[in-house]
């Protein structure tokens, strides 16, 4: 049984940082590429960051880049998220997902992972 648990989430200031982090098991973690989504209330499901099988490639959506980091240890099988400078408009449920890869690119879409945590919640108050 595959899970992937989220973990650092919680109520920050605008400005702060914040460090979250996601264990996986159940699943050969080499063989995923790891991505971090978020949802705020009434909104889709957003692209955050996404790191390939072996780290090399990383792909950052336009609002995370400079700002946030992905980094990601195989033999730990977990995946970080440092996020700084969050602001308000940040404020949303962020999650953790696992892509079955036989390359190493970085998906960017929902649709194409196949697993999900169920998510930690991070508050940034203005």
């Known amino acids: 049984q595959v899970q992937l648990v989220e973990s650092g989430g919680g109520l920050v200031q605008a400005g702060d940082s914040l460090r979250l982090s996601c264990t996986a098991s159940g699943l050969t973690f080499s063989d995923y590429a790891m991505g971090w989504f978020r949802q705020a209330p009434g909104k889709e499901r957003e692209f955050v960051v996404g790191i390939s099988r072996n780290a090399i490639s990383i792909d950052y959506a336009d609002h995370a880049k400079g700002r946030f980091t992905i980094s990601r240890n195989n033999a730990k099988m977990t995946v970080d998220l440092q996020m700084n400078s969050l602001k308000p408009e940040e404020t949303a449920v962020y999650y953790c997902?696992?892509?079955?890869?036989?390359?190493?690119?970085?998906?960017?879409?929902?649709?194409?992972?196949?697993?999900w945590g169920q998510g930690t919640q991070v508050t940034v108050s203005s």
């Open positions: 997902s696992a892509a079955n890869m036989a390359g190493f690119g970085v998906p960017k879409y929902p649709r194409s992972y196949n697993f």
